[in-house]
Structure formats: C-alpha cells, structure tokens
C-alpha cells in the first residue's frame, strides 16, 4: 500500500480525502493546509499540518490548491524523487518543481463541500512522466473510479476550457433565470424539471440534436420580444451574443 499526503483545504481536496478513507491502494498519512486548525474530516491516523515544513515523508504527494500556488507549493515539498501530483485542469505537468517525479491527477468534475458526490463515477485524466509512475497512479485511479483517461496537458487544457463552457458558463445561465424569476415572483423550481430534461438529452443524442429554441428555429418574433423585454443590458448582450451563436452554428448544420 502507498502512503499518500494531501496538500489544500478547498472543495477538492475535501473530496479526495473522503475518497482516500479506507482507501484499498493508498493510506491517507498526512494533511497539509494554512489554517492551523481544519473543519475537513480527517482520519485519526492522518497528521495535520500548516508548516510544509512537518509534512511526513510519503511515497505521493497529492496538491489539491489554487493554480496560482501550485509551483510554490511543489517547490517546498522537503523531500526530493517523490511522486507529486497536482490537480489542476489548466496547469502543465511541467509547473511542478522537477526535483520530484511529476504527475497529474485531474477530477473533471464540479465538486462543493456541501453536496455529497460519487467519487466511483468521476472521470480521471492521468499523465506522468514516465510508465512506471503511470502504473501507480492508474492504480490509484482505478482504486477511486471506473472512469480514467490518459490525458496529457495540452489536451486537458482543451478539456478544461470545454468543462468551463458546459459547467461554470451554463450555471451562471442559471443564475441569470434565477435573477428573472425572482424579479417577477416565480419560484425557480418550475424550471428545474426543464433544467434536468437537457442535461439528460445529451445522454442519448448529440448535443446538436438536442438543441431547440427561438434561435435554432430563427424565430425573429420571439427574439425580438425578448430582446425589448430584457432591460438588464448584461442580459442582453448575452442573450443577443448566444442566439447569434446558436444561429451561426445552425448555418453550418
């Protein structure tokens, strides 16, 4: 079994050291995090720690920490020929500190402390350096979901640039039809049976085919209509920029 130290407190983080609990393949040693006190949920064997300095010496060493602090954070590791792995969907394998053997663990995935989530479904985008530590860290991966690709980092980039437009762009859609439902004294739950209703479609066909809509059908009335209706311009510009979009694409079809 390896040994294996988190480092961060955020959501993923949060999630992964749930994951690592009674773990098949790896024992969670060691938690590394500024907060000199944590609310995460540690096991009782895992050391917590705020001084890098005092993290126990393991055989993987896991960053679960914003982009911006990764190469500082990898930098400080006091140990050298480790296996260290961030998580970032953006961050080249190249931004680890080259004194330890680099990797990258990458859960595509939307994670909150506050929802509960299976880790067993989670796609995992896998790249080392080299093909023994790929073995290790596929065992890992396997030990953690049933979903795992070997991605390297200019593909995960593509992927995390893909993962902001389904995921963080079409959420803050919802809070924009949030802010006009609650404007007009509509509760957003009548939407949500039409919000599920989408997602799942792609399921079963291309989101090409599944779009609908005033755009696709080039409904200028309607657009029109709606266009007068919005007075909140940021809402407009971006009602106006996605149906051009949608259009665009149409024309292509």
Do not use: W
């Not at 024992?27 to 705020?50: A, D, E, V, W």
């Amino acid at each position: 079994m390896k040994s294996i130290v988190i480092l961060g407190s955020g959501n993923v983080a949060h999630h992964f050291i749930k994951a690592f609990t009674e773990n098949p393949v790896v024992q969670l040693i060691g938690h590394f995090s500024r907060q000199k006190k944590t609310t995460l949920n540690l096991p009782t064997y895992t050391k917590h720690t705020s001084n890098l300095d005092e993290i126990p010496e393991a055989d993987i060493y896991l960053i679960c920490v914003s982009d911006d602090v990764i190469e500082e954070i990898s930098a400080k590791i006091p140990f050298k020929n480790k296996l260290v792995l961030h998580t970032s969907g953006s961050k080249a394998l190249t931004s680890l500190n080259s004194k330890n053997r680099r990797g990258v663990l990458y859960p595509l995935q939307t994670f909150s402390k506050e929802k509960e989530i299976n880790f067993n479904t989670v796609p995992l985008c896998l790249e080392t350096e080299n093909e023994k530590d790929y073995e290790i860290l596929e065992d890992i991966a396997k030990s953690l979901s049933k979903n795992y690709y070997n991605i390297n980092s200019e593909k995960r980039k593509a992927l995390h640039v893909a993962a902001v437009f389904v995921c963080n762009f079409v959420n803050h859609l919802y809070v924009l039809g949030k802010e006009l439902c609650d404007s007009n004294a509509i509760p957003f739950t009548v939407l949500q049976p039409l919000i599920a209703e989408t997602a799942q479609k792609i399921e079963f066909m291309s989101p090409e085919m599944a779009q609908t809509g005033p755009a696709k059908r080039n409904d200028t009335q309607t657009i029109e209509s709606h266009l007068a209706y919005l007075q909140n311009e940021n809402q407009k510009q971006i009602y106006q920029l996605l149906t051009q979009s949608i259009q665009n694409h149409v024309q292509k079809l």
